[in-house]
């Protein structure tokens, strides 16, 4: 069980170059909320995720994780990559081994938490594989593994289940769900897919363009857990994800 | 877990050796034929190759060659890896010696030969400083390239998990510029072996280049394709080695 940790932005703008991409975004995360970022291409929610993980300044404004003032990479939070950002060169365990090193666990104690951490996303028994011998959903499940076992209070996702195809997302998704039930870390998970964002999500905040701003908010009050009943079969369900198209449709 | 993944070859498949060997008859035919002087059988020449190594003459001419050849390419290869990274990773110095070394890349390196024995005497030391620029700026622009092809989103994730400058140089760059800078090794052996036989030549005083020299000018043909034979045997040697340190480095792939 962790202790997560709500994240506050506040005014947050960031221009790149002479290419606004954040403009005046105030946000607020509770802790252990799943709050999914969803808006066209160019919203710029991308770059929001990357502020909240201190990969990306801010020129204005500020962004808090927990008590902490965001001014780079800190130690509560941990990211899945779209493009999972797997070393290539290592194996399933030592690349979920990798957080670990850099926070200077000891050896034995970091193999035993990456095992478990690979048991956890149901990759147990391919500890030794290569990346490369994998499938993108196992690879994605390696992304994940490798973000649990440094314990974070946050989970940034940015579009994690993008590249993968439409059977395995949803029994990742539903994992995923599962995970998250039993560790309550905040999570901000960004995706272009509505039916993800509506399943997942507690709230989705829908980005506008161009700069990107805060748009809309959307609650999305469906029972949990989730992944145990047929939510996607319920007309709430598909309520939802139709009032979120039409929030994006006018958006295009 | 033993899915197969397909390696580029980098050495001789029972196809090469096929196509060697049907060179090797060819060429004992047209020599019998006596086309020309400058293309004697086979056979003598394995009998000339064999006189050289029995008298030594070969093994002395190739020893002095294969010590100047590791006096220039050992330092090729390391200066070279370590210009390559800093290059890679730090934009100012690149732009200063970005040009540079691409302009002397290509550049038709035997015009420095002259510079060189200027700089050392006629000595073997020009055969090494020889071997060292043939082979150092290919390494050079290998590494730098492997370096800049880091994966943008490897960088993101170390630095989420807490990775400062010396982390990202050795746990993400340097492993990601790997391969590349295997392959500019690869390539700066071959091209270590040719500045190696261009600076004998030029100098003419030792190893197997001034063999070469030796017996063209004295029309020794025989003997002339035999040191030929040699440096080619020699120059596959090298790339086969280093096509092993390559398959043995990079298994992941």
């Given at each position: 069980?962790?202790?997560?940790?709500?994240?506050?932005?506040?005014?947050?703008?960031?221009?790149?170059?002479?290419?606004?991409?954040?403009?005046?975004?105030?946000?607020?995360?509770?802790?252990?909320?799943?709050?999914?970022?969803?808006?066209?291409?160019?919203?710029?929610?991308?770059?929001?995720?990357?502020?909240?993980?201190?990969?990306?300044?801010?020129?204005?404004?500020?962004?808090?994780?927990?008590?902490?003032?965001?001014?780079?990479?800190?130690?509560?939070?941990?990211?899945?990559?779209?493009?999972?950002?797997?070393?290539?060169?290592?194996?399933?365990?030592?690349?979920?081994?990798?957080g670990l090193v850099l926070r200077g666990v000891p050896a034995a104690e970091r193999a035993a938490t990456a095992r478990r951490s690979i048991a956890k996303v149901g990759l147990g028994g391919f500890e030794e594989a290569y990346p490369v011998q994998l499938s993108g959903g196992m690879q994605q499940r390696v992304g994940l593994a490798r973000a649990l076992a440094v314990n974070p209070r946050v989970l940034l996702m940015d579009e994690p289940f993008a590249s993968i195809d439409e059977q395995t997302r949803r029994l990742f998704q539903d994992d995923l769900l599962r995970l998250w039930s039993e560790e309550r870390t905040t999570?901000?998970?960004?995706?272009?897919?509505?039916?993800?964002?509506?399943?997942?999500?507690?709230?989705?905040?829908?980005?506008?363009?161009?700069?990107?701003?805060?748009?809309?908010?959307?609650?999305?009050?469906?029972?949990?857990?989730?992944?145990?009943?047929?939510?996607?079969?319920?007309?709430?369900?598909?309520?939802?994800?139709?009032?979120?198209?039409?929030?994006?449709?006018?958006?295009? | 877990?033993?899915?197969?993944?397909?390696?580029?070859?980098?050495?001789?498949?029972?196809?090469?050796?096929?196509?060697?060997?049907?060179?090797?008859?060819?060429?004992?035919?047209?020599?019998?034929?006596?086309?020309?002087?400058?293309?004697?059988?086979?056979?003598?020449?394995?009998?000339?190759?064999?006189?050289?190594?029995?008298?030594?003459?070969?093994?002395?001419?190739?020893?002095?060659?294969?010590?100047?050849?590791?006096?220039?390419?050992?330092?090729?290869?390391?200066?070279?890896?370590?210009?390559?990274?800093?290059?890679?990773?730090?934009?100012?110095?690149?732009?200063?010696?970005?040009?540079?070394?691409?302009?002397?890349?290509?550049?038709?390196?035997?015009?420095?030969?002259?510079?060189?024995?200027?700089?050392?005497?006629?000595?073997?030391?020009?055969?090494?400083?020889?071997?060292?620029?043939?082979?150092?700026?290919?390494?050079?622009?290998?590494?730098?390239?492997?370096?800049?092809?880091?994966?943008?989103?490897?960088?993101?994730?170390?630095?989420?998990?807490?990775?400062?400058?010396?982390?990202?140089?050795?746990?993400?760059?340097?492993?990601?510029?790997?391969?590349?800078?295997?392959?500019?090794?690869?390539?700066?052996?071959?091209?270590?072996?040719?500045?190696?036989?261009?600076?004998?030549?030029?100098?003419?005083?030792?190893?197997?280049?001034?063999?070469?020299?030796?017996?063209?000018?004295?029309?020794?043909?025989?003997?002339?394709?035999?040191?030929?034979?040699?440096?080619?045997?020699?120059?596959?040697?090298?790339?086969?080695?280093?096509?092993?340190?390559?398959?043995?480095?990079?298994?992941?792939?």
């Amino acid at each position: 069980m962790m202790t997560s940790v709500p994240i506050r932005v506040e005014g947050v703008s960031k221009t790149f170059g002479a290419v606004p991409a954040l403009a005046d975004v105030s946000l607020h995360v509770g802790a252990g909320e799943f709050l999914t970022l969803i808006g066209p291409s160019g919203c710029g929610k991308t770059t929001l995720l990357k502020t909240v993980a201190g990969l990306v300044p801010v020129d204005t404004g500020r962004v808090m994780v927990g008590e902490r003032q965001v001014s780079g990479p800190g130690r509560e939070c941990s990211m899945v990559f779209q493009d999972f950002a797997l070393l290539p060169w290592a194996t399933v365990q030592k690349n979920v081994e990798f957080g670990l090193v850099l926070r200077g666990v000891p050896a034995a104690e970091r193999a035993a938490t990456a095992r478990r951490s690979i048991a956890k996303v149901g990759l147990g028994g391919f500890e030794e594989a290569y990346p490369v011998q994998l499938s993108g959903g196992m690879q994605q499940r390696v992304g994940l593994a490798r973000a649990l076992a440094v314990n974070p209070r946050v989970l940034l996702m940015d579009e994690p289940f993008a590249s993968i195809d439409e059977q395995t997302r949803r029994l990742f998704q539903d994992d995923l769900l599962r995970l998250w039930s039993e560790e309550r870390t905040t999570v901000v998970f960004v995706t272009h897919s509505m039916e993800e964002a509506i399943y997942l999500s507690d709230r989705v905040i829908v980005l506008s363009p161009r700069p990107g701003r805060v748009h809309q908010v959307l609650d999305v009050d469906l029972a949990r857990p989730r992944e145990v009943s047929d939510v996607r079969a319920s007309g709430e369900f598909a309520r939802l994800v139709d009032d979120l198209w039409k929030i994006l449709r006018k958006l295009q | 877990m033993n899915s197969a993944i397909s390696r580029p070859e980098s050495g001789l498949g029972g196809w090469g050796l096929a196509a060697l060997a049907g060179l090797a008859l060819f060429w004992e035919a047209l020599g019998r034929l006596d086309v020309s002087m400058f293309v004697p059988p086979l056979s003598r020449i394995a009998v000339a190759w064999w006189a050289l190594v029995q008298d030594g003459t070969l093994l002395r001419a190739a020893t002095s060659s294969l010590h100047s050849l590791i006096r220039g390419f050992v330092p090729a290869a390391v200066l070279g890896v370590a210009l390559g990274l800093a290059m890679g990773r730090f934009a100012t110095v690149r732009h200063l010696l970005d040009g540079w070394v691409n302009a002397l890349m290509s550049a038709p390196l035997s015009a420095l030969v002259p510079v060189l024995i200027a700089l050392f005497g006629i000595r073997d030391t020009v055969v090494a400083a020889t071997v060292f620029v043939f082979s150092f700026f290919v390494i050079v622009v290998n590494t730098m390239t492997g370096v800049r092809g880091t994966d943008r989103s490897l960088v993101d994730m170390a630095r989420v998990f807490g990775a400062g400058e010396a982390a990202l140089f050795g746990r993400i760059y340097l492993p990601s510029a790997l391969p590349a800078v295997l392959l500019g090794l690869r390539l700066g052996v071959v091209q270590a072996v040719k500045g190696m036989v261009v600076g004998e030549m030029l100098i003419s005083l030792v190893g197997l280049g001034e063999r070469l020299i030796y017996y063209g000018n004295t029309f020794l043909i025989n003997e002339l394709y035999a040191v030929i034979v040699s440096v080619l045997a020699i120059a596959l040697l090298v790339s086969q080695l280093a096509g092993m340190l390559d398959r043995a480095l990079l298994r992941w792939r």
